[in-house]
C-alpha cells in the first residue's frame, strides 16, 4: 500500500498557497501592479502633465497680452506728452507774436496811418513782439522746450513782424523802398541759404547776428513812432547802421555757408574713399 508521505502533501498544499493570489491578495507587492493599473496610472500621468501645460501655456499668453497692452499704452502715453509738450511757453511766445502780426498791421494802417495815436498803439503791439522773439529762444534752449513746431514757427515770425512794418513804413513813405528791399532780402535769402546748406551742417547765429537784430528792432521801433526834431535825425542813423550790420552779416553768413559746404563735401569723399578701400 504505497501512502503519500505527510510532508509531502503539506509541502505541495504550502506550495499552493504561496502562489499568487490576484488583486486583493496579500502576497501581491507594491511595485507588481497589473497591466491594467499601470495603464490607469501612466493615463493620469499624462493628463496632469497636459493640464500643467495648459495652464503653463494660458499663463504665458496672459502674461505677453498684458504686455502688449502695457507697451501699447506706453506708447500712446508716450505719443500724447510729446503731442501735448509742443504746448509750451516758449512756442505759446511764438504763436502770441504771430497774432501780433495782423494786429500792428491794422493799428499802423489805423486812421490813414498818420495818427500819432493809432501809431503809439502799433509801436507797443511791435515792441511786445520784438521783446517776445528775446524770450522764447532762451527759454526753449534753457528748459528743453525745443521742438519741431518751434524751429520753424519762430523765424517765420521774426520775418512777419519784421516785414510787416518794413512794409508798412515804405507804403506809407515814411522810410525809402530801397532799405526794406536791402533788409528783407537779406532776411529770406540768409534763410534760403540756411536750409540748402543744412545737409553738411547748421550756420550758428554770430554776434553781428544778434546785433543787427537788436539794431533793426530799435531802428524801426523809431520809424514807427511818430517822431519828429532830433529824435527824428537820430533814427536816421540808428537805420543806417542796421543796414550797414544787415549787409555785414549777410555777406559773413555766405562766407561759413560755403566753408562748411566745402568741408561737408571733404568729408563724404574721405568717407567715400574709406570704404572703397
Not at 499668453?61 to 506728452?81: D, L, N, P, S, Y
Not at 509738450?85 to 507774436?97: E, F, I, P
Not at 532780402?185 to 553781428?208: C, D, K, Q
Request: proline residues 4%; hydrophobic residues 50%; contains cysteine.
Amino acid at each position: 500500500m504505497t501512502g503519500v508521505p505527510a510532508s509531502a502533501a503539506g509541502g505541495s498544499s504550502g506550495a499552493r498557497r504561496a502562489g499568487p493570489r490576484g488583486p486583493s491578495g496579500a502576497a501581491q507587492g507594491p511595485a507588481e501592479r497589473t497591466p491594467s493599473e499601470r495603464t490607469l496610472s501612466g493615463g493620469a500621468a499624462e493628463r496632469g502633465t497636459a493640464e500643467r501645460g495648459a495652464t503653463e501655456r494660458g499663463a504665458a499668453e496672459r502674461g505677453a497680452t498684458e504686455g502688449g497692452v502695457a507697451g501699447r499704452g506706453g506708447k500712446i502715453a508716450a505719443a500724447a506728452v510729446n503731442q501735448a509738450s509742443v504746448w509750451n511757453v516758449a512756442n505759446l511766445l511764438t504763436m502770441l507774436r504771430l497774432l501780433l502780426v495782423p494786429a500792428f498791421v491794422a493799428l499802423m494802417l489805423g486812421n490813414g496811418g498818420y495818427d500819432p495815436a493809432w501809431r503809439s498803439f502799433a509801436w507797443a503791439a511791435f515792441a511786445v513782439a520784438m521783446i517776445t522773439d528775446l524770450f522764447d529762444g532762451h527759454l526753449a534752449r534753457t528748459y528743453n522746450l525745443v521742438t519741431d513746431f518751434g524751429k520753424i514757427a519762430d523765424p517765420i515770425a521774426d520775418k512777419a513782424i519784421m516785414g510787416a512794418a518794413l512794409i508798412c513804413l515804405s507804403a506809407l513813405g515814411d522810410l525809402p523802398w530801397w532799405v526794406t528791399a536791402v533788409i528783407l532780402g537779406r532776411e529770406l535769402g540768409i534763410t534760403v541759404l540756411r536750409f540748402v546748406v543744412i545737409r553738411y551742417g547748421v550756420i550758428p547765429a554770430s554776434r553781428g547776428g544778434k546785433l543787427k537784430t537788436l539794431t533793426q528792432g530799435i531802428a524801426v521801433g523809431m520809424y514807427v513812432l511818430a517822431l519828429t526834431g532830433p529824435l527824428a535825425t537820430l533814427r536816421f542813423w540808428v537805420m543806417a547802421a542796421a543796414v550797414v550790420l544787415t549787409v555785414a552779416t549777410g555777406l559773413d553768413y555766405v562766407k561759413q555757408a560755403i566753408v562748411l559746404r566745402r568741408q561737408g563735401i571733404a568729408e563724404r569723399r574721405a568717407a567715400l574713399k574709406e570704404t572703397e578701400a
